[in-house]
Nanobody
Framework: QVQLVESGGGLVQAGGSLRLSCTASGSILSINAMGWYRQTPGKQRDLVARFTNDDSTNYADSVKGRFTISGDLAGDTVYLQMNNLKPEDTAVYYC??????????????WGQGTQVTVSS
């Protein structure tokens, strides 16, 4: 079993910054990718940013230039630095890991989600 634990969400004014953190633990052999997704009520969960073990990085167009993903897959951690936040960034942010475990092969795992609210 794998657990992803997020922290760092909260309420911030437009133009402000927040930093999200996520740590994976459990029966992990290796991590192929980690990233962040977000979801608002009634909408699908969308990619915000992710990076992989071959050092490729992807960002949603809406956050390019404002958000930066970083971390250490060997250390099972990922961060999302969010600058110049806008009200439309308000969502529940979920950490995702593509993880190879000792007994379940490669699977996607999700954190419990952390609320980010940006006031105008």
């Amino acid at each position: 079993q794998v657990q992803l634990v997020e922290s760092g969400g909260g309420l911030v004014q437009a133009g402000g910054s927040l930093r999200l953190s996520c740590t994976a633990s459990g029966s992990i052999l290796s991590i192929n990718a980690m990233g962040w997704y977000r979801q608002t009520p009634g909408k699908q969960r969308d990619l915000v940013a992710r990076f992989t073990n071959d050092d490729s990085t992807n960002y949603a167009d809406s956050v390019k230039g404002r958000f930066t993903i970083s971390g250490d897959l060997a250390g099972d951690t990922v961060y999302l630095q969010m600058n110049n936040l806008k009200p439309e960034d308000t969502a529940v942010y979920y950490c995702n890991g593509v993880v190879r475990t000792t007994h379940s092969g490669i699977q996607h795992y999700w954190g419990q989600g952390t609320q980010v609210t940006v006031s105008s």
